[in-house]
C-alpha cells in the first residue's frame, strides 16, 4: 500500500527542518570549520607528500558526517515513535466505535 502524497511531503518537511536544524548546530559547525582547514592545508602547496594532511582531512570528513547521520537517525527515530504512538491511540479510538457496535450485533444475534 503507497503512502499518501501528503504524507510523503509531510515527512520530506520534516527531514529538511531536521537536517537544517544540525546544519546550524555549534557542534557540526565547529567540525565542519576543523575539516575545511585539514582540506585546506592538505592543498595548499600541492605537495603529494602531504599523506598525514589528506588523512588528518578525511578523519574529520567521515566524523562529521557520521555525527550528521546519527542525529538525523536519532531524531528519525524521536519522530517515528511519536508517530506510531499517535497513530495508535488514533486508531484505538477509533476502533473501539466500530467493536462495541459489532459485540451488540453479535448479542443481539445470539
Known amino acids: ?3 499518501p502524497l501528503w504524507f510523503l511531503d509531510a515527512i520530506e518537511q520534516r527531514l529538511d527542518q531536521v537536517s ?6 555549534p557542534d557540526v559547525r565547529k567540525l565542519r570549520a576543523e575539516e575545511r582547514a585539514a582540506f585546506d592545508a592538505m592543498f595548499s602547496g600541492k605537495d603529494k607528500t602531504k599523506l598525514p594532511e589528506f588523512m588528518d582531512w578525511e578523519d574529520k ?5 557520521a555525527l550528521e547521520n546519527e542525529r538525523l537517525y536519532m531524531q528519525g527515530m524521536i519522530d517515528g515513535v511519536q508517530l506510531a504512538i499517535a497513530l495508535l491511540n488514533d486508531s484505538l479510538f477509533f476502533s473501539e466505535k466500530p467493536e462495541t457496535t459489532s459485540n451488540t450485533s453479535n448479542t443481539d444475534a445470539d
Open 1 to 3: 500500500m503507497p503512502f
Open 20 to 25: 537544517a536544524r544540525i546544519e546550524r548546530n
Open 61 to 65: 570528513h567521515h566524523f562529521r558526517r
